[in-house]
Structures are given as structure tokens and as C-alpha cells.
């Protein structure tokens, strides 16, 4: 699976993307977000507040209950601001 990581999540992790075999029982976002933050130091400081987290799976905005099952792509980053 494909994550991409943007804007300080990608800083803080230290990589702009990576490709994972993700364990059998990740099937959602949250499950997901959660496996990540026991990846290491980098991963936990990028994902320590998990719920402003924003993700798209293949282009699409998800909530953090979405299963995961058949995503090519999942993208990780933080909230936007905007005017």
C-alpha cells in the first residue's frame, strides 16, 4: 500500500511517501493511524493528536472509520486552513 504523507505530518516523519504491507488486522483509518504511531519516534510525534488527522484513500476524503480493504493509495495530512 501506498501512504503519502503532506505538510508537517511529511516533516515530521521525515519522508514525502512509502510503500507498506500492512498487518491483517488494519482495516480502517483509525486501525491504520494507530499500527503507524508504533512505527517509530518520527511516527508518533507525526501522529500523537490522530484525530485532526485528515486522510484521503485513492483521492477521496474518508473518515477515520472507513475501511481500507482495496485502497491503492492513502494519504495522511494535517488540517487545512483556508480564506
Known sequence: MKLIYFAWVRERIGKPQ????LPAD???VSDLLKWLRQRGEEYENA???PEVIR???????VGH??????AS???LF???TGG
Do not use: S
Not at 486522510?55 to 476524503?61: F, L, P
Open 47 to 49: 501522529l500523537q493528536h
Open 18 to 21: 512509502e510503500d507498506l504491507d
Open 65 to 70: 472509520g472507513e475501511k481500507i480493504a482495496g
Open 73 to 75: 493509495e492513502i494519504a
Open 26 to 28: 488494519v482495516v480502517t
Open 78 to 80: 494535517p488540517p487545512m
Open 55 to 61: 486522510v484521503a484513500i485513492n483521492q477521496e476524503h
